[in-house]
């Protein structure tokens, strides 16, 4: 049974990846979490500034998943040199996701992060809960060009644009290949909004978060479906994967990897292994032998 | 440890109403808290409480039933004194219980320490252990008489209990660690809250003297589930809220050495 996916110029053991946003605060953190089976890590996004994020309460329970807002709560770009040194015998791609507001903070973190030999970068364009620093600039498809070509034509690795619901999904997508992304990682999390009916008020002190979980996966299905039909080009599928199926189902849509993050909360970091053991099952009793045969398998 | 499964519905919140209040001191309070939903909460958990318009504390009950919940809060910003505001009547809003607490189920003599507040969990520790039986020692260590928060209730408990002050006002003057090693060979396991570096001496001494430890760490707890990574300790990647906050002696000297 061969787990193996190449995903763009990257080599994947299996094609699990951490999604930002989990545990990618420190090194420490990603390099236990490289433990445990993933094909590949996504730091948290890093920024110029180191910032604090939001006050508590930044997590949401809904009944269909979670919704989190934690402000991109992370220690500033020039930590990444101690987070490389600590993954440097890791053995699996690191992805280092990027936040920023104009171009050359994309830039300089990306040339960064290309400088300390990371294999590939994930362009935030989406965090649905943080002013001026996400979601509206993918919604720009001029605005992503620029970001997208700034970066992809000073650094020798991987770029990937992280995309959410945007006004026009499609050409958010064309414009990131156009500026030279190799592939797309979608989706992020969703606006939301949870109040509490008895303290009458939002729960988050953002008051909007981002959903993730169950509730976002058939929608996650549709557009990286959608995406690989136009497109055919590397993806990553994230959202709301809870078991082997969810990533299987990524799959036949069109991703050559699959993001794992909300399951972790609830499952435990164990979560890879059952992950990996159902795919190899179901490879299994449906007589594949590569997984990557299955890529993009529903929408020949 | 992180391995397991959970039941995030423990991110809903739910409400109890304030039935009690007692001043310990100036920064200091406690208040009983009648609960809505019991939930199981082990001793060393901590709860996630909320003042709507402010922040959440984690905090580790001192006391709890499944129908009165005790918590013990020291004054330390905006939120804990607007929770220090409170009055009798007022409703409280908590989510949790979070993360591993202390097992106390091996038979056995057991030596329990707190530090400041840190004594919260203790308290509740030492109400455990009288349920099963066990003989232990209740051990508090403050800087000075008037900090003093569950004496009182340890003797009522039947426990030995000794006060340690660091200027001498009452019980025993020093360091409360300096204490612990004179009487830690007599004991099989050692629990201990308080600050830092009193848990990081009470670590080196479980070590040198061959006493099984578990010992409550706090942290800077955002998310309560292990996602957000804020609680790391020091740079082991163990998450305080879902890995801890109470470690044993095995799993700490694995991750953090000779310390």
């Not at chain 1, 996504?42 to 934690?70: F, H, M, Q, W």
């Not at chain 1, 479906?225 to 080009?233: A, F, K, L, S, T």
């Not at chain 2, 219980?97 to 030492?126: C, D, E, H, M, Q």
């Amino acid at each position: 049974m061969d787990l193996r996916v190449r995903l763009g110029k990257l080599e994947l053991r299996n094609p699990i990846i951490l999604a930002s946003g989990i545990l990618g605060l420190s090194g420490s953190q990603l390099r236990r979490v490289g433990e445990y089976g993933f094909g590949g890590l996504t730091t948290k996004s890093y920024t110029i500034e180191a910032r604090r994020g939001y006050d508590t309460p930044i997590l949401a329970y809904v009944k269909c998943g979670l919704l989190n807002a934690v402000g991109l709560e992370n220690p500033g770009y020039r930590e990444l040199a101690r987070v490389r040194e600590s993954l440097k015998d890791v053995g699996i791609p690191i992805i280092v996701s990027i936040a920023g507001s104009k171009v050359d903070e994309f830039t300089t973190i990306a040339s960064y992060v290309d400088e300390l030999g990371f294999n590939a970068i994930e362009l935030n364009l989406s965090c649905p809960h943080v002013e001026g620093m996400g979601l509206e600039l993918g919604d720009d498809p001029n605005y992503v060009y620029k970001i997208v070509s700034g970066v992809s034509s000073i650094v020798s690795i991987p770029v990937y644009v992280k995309i959410g619901l945007h006004r026009d999904i499609m050409a958010t997508v064309g414009k990131s290949l156009d500026g030279g992304a190799e592939g797309i990682t979608a989706i992020n999390t969703i606006r939301a909004l949870a109040i509490d009916v008895y303290a009458r008020k939002p729960v988050l002190s953002n008051v909007y978060g981002g959903l993730s979980g169950p509730a976002i996966h058939p929608i996650a299905v549709r557009i990286v479906y959608d995406i690989y039909r136009e497109y055919g080009i590397p993806i990553i599928g994230v959202g709301g994967v809870s078991s082997w199926d969810d990533v299987i189902e990524f799959i036949l849509a069109g991703a050559s990897a699959v993001g794992v993050g909300t399951v972790i909360a609830s499952k435990g970091l164990d979560v890879v292994r059952e992950i990996l053991d159902g795919i190899k099952t179901y490879m299994m009793d449906e007589g594949f032998k590569e997984l990557s045969e299955l890529i993009g398998y529903a929408n020949k | 440890m992180y391995l397991t499964g959970y039941d995030i519905s423990i991110l809903r919140f739910t409400w109890g109403v304030i039935e009690d209040i007692l001043n310990h001191s100036k920064s200091i309070k406690s208040f009983n808290i009648r609960v809505r939903e019991p939930r199981d909460l082990d001793p060393g958990q901590f709860i996630m409480l909320w003042i709507p318009g402010l922040e959440e504390v984690p905090l580790s009950p001192s006391y709890y039933d499944g129908s009165l919940m005790r918590i013990t809060v020291m004054k330390r910003g905006p939120t804990t004194e607007a929770i220090h505001r409170l009055r009798i009547g007022d409703r409280v809003f908590y989510r949790g219980p979070f993360g591993n607490g202390f097992k106390v189920s091996n038979k056995g003599r057991y030596l329990l320490v707190g530090g400041g507040y840190g004594a919260s969990p203790i308290i509740y520790t030492a109400h455990k252990i009288r349920e099963y039986g066990y003989e232990a020692m209740y051990v508090e260590g403050v800087k000075t008489e008037s900090d003093a928060l569950f004496i009182d209730e340890a003797k009522s408990l039947g426990l030995d209990t000794i006060l340690v002050t660091e200027d001498g006002s009452s019980g025993i003057k020093g360091l409360v660690t300096d204490y612990i090693e004179e009487v830690i060979n007599e004991y099989d396991y050692l629990l201990g809250c308080g600050p830092e570096g009193m848990l990081l001496k009470l670590l080196e001494l479980c070590n040198r003297y061959g006493v099984e430890c578990q010992l409550s760490f706090e942290a800077i707890v955002k998310c309560g589930v292990g996602i957000c990574g804020s609680c790391e300790l020091y740079n082991t990647g163990l998450l305080v809220c879902r890995d801890g906050p109470v470690f044993d002696s095995r799993i700490l000297s694995r991750y953090l050495g000779g310390v």
